[in-house]
């Protein structure tokens, strides 16, 4: 059963109140198109699914999983599984503006398709490839973060308190 169907069934709304208001904002939606939408053969326009959010009173993530309405092409190829990520700040948001990286990587396609598998991220402890990407990328800065304290440490021990070396003459 579609997370609509759910969502009506529990909300005790019908098909034809959500396609009146529906139609109130786009009237090119007839019965046929909003049943496709309810059972998840289509998507339906921003303009359509904000009214269908606003009439079974719930959010678009109620309905679809961030994955079905991002509809941003993937660019795969037959090379590679191609991931992108946005990194975040140092207060943990998502930079904005020239503050963001963008990250592709092409990675074998069967090992991708199987570790990059939501099953499968969630076993390994992420909600999603970006948070794979994020988290890693928050360890490679916490490893970093670290090598140059002790490299900041080794540098303040080899240099006396006065900041002068001491030559040696043979």
Do not use: W
């Amino acid at each position: 059963m579609s997370k609509y169907k759910k969502i009506m069934l529990t909300s005790g709304i019908m098909q034809k109140e959500v396609l009146t208001n529906v139609q109130r904002v786009d009237p090119r939606v007839d019965k046929s198109l909003l049943s496709k939408i309810v059972n998840d053969i289509c998507l339906p326009t921003k303009p359509t699914l904000d009214s269908i959010c606003k009439t079974l009173r719930c959010g678009v993530l109620d309905i679809y999983d961030p994955h079905e309405i991002n509809l941003l092409p993937d660019n795969t190829d037959c090379a590679g599984v191609n991931a992108v990520a946005t990194v975040r700040n140092s207060r943990g948001g998502l930079s904005h503006g020239d503050n963001v990286y963008n990250l592709t990587v092409e990675i074998d396609r069967r090992t991708a398709e199987r570790v990059f598998a939501k099953s499968a991220l969630r076993k390994l402890g992420f909600l999603s490839r970006a948070d794979f990407v994020r988290q890693a990328v928050d360890g490679l800065v916490k490893r970093l973060d670290e090598i140059e304290r002790k490299e900041k440490a080794a540098d303040g021990a080899a240099t006396p308190i006065d900041g002068k070396h001491k030559s040696t003459t043979y």
